[in-house]
């Protein structure tokens, strides 16, 4: 799995939260995302969702173009902060990937990562 959040820290959080059962890579910029995304694949990506430079809504339209089915596989984190009527507001209720609004509870996010990488390992687009 791939972690990008510009805060280093929850980057590490989470890798020692998922690190029993999933192998995980952590990066603090999308662009350094899309870096290992032209040579990796991965079951899952989890993306911070504003960061400096390029962001999350960035990433996920370059992979959009690029690599669909790893688009498919994103999961947002966020701090919101932004009008629901904002143009960032109005993106994140016209894609399906799931939105976690921090501060989220570690287990729950660990137990929906898992249950989206078995589905993901499920379906016959693998």
Same mark, same amino acid.
């Given at each position: 799995m791939l972690l990008i959040d510009d805060e280093e820290l929850i980057g590490v959080a989470l890798k020692r939260l998922l690190r029993k059962q999933h192998d995980a890579t952590a990066v603090t910029s999308a662009r350094a995302g899309l870096g290992l995304l032209a040579d990796h694949?991965? @079951? &899952? $990506?989890?993306? @911070?969702? &504003? #960061?400096? /430079?390029?962001? /999350? $809504? @960035?990433?996920? *339209?370059?992979?959009q173009e690029i690599h669909p089915q790893a *688009?498919?596989? #994103?999961i947002f984190l966020t701090g919101g902060g932004f009008h629901p009527d904002s143009s960032t507001a109005?993106?994140?209720a016209s894609i399906p990937n799931l939105i976690v609004q921090k501060p989220y509870e570690s287990r729950w996010l660990a137990n929906t990562i898992d249950e989206m990488i078995q589905a993901f390992s499920e379906s016959p687009s693998r």
């Open positions: 694949s991965y @079951d &899952l $990506i989890v993306c @911070d969702l &504003l #960061m400096p /430079g390029l962001s /999350g $809504i @960035d990433l996920f *339209a370059s992979l *688009a498919q596989r #994103m109005l993106w994140l």
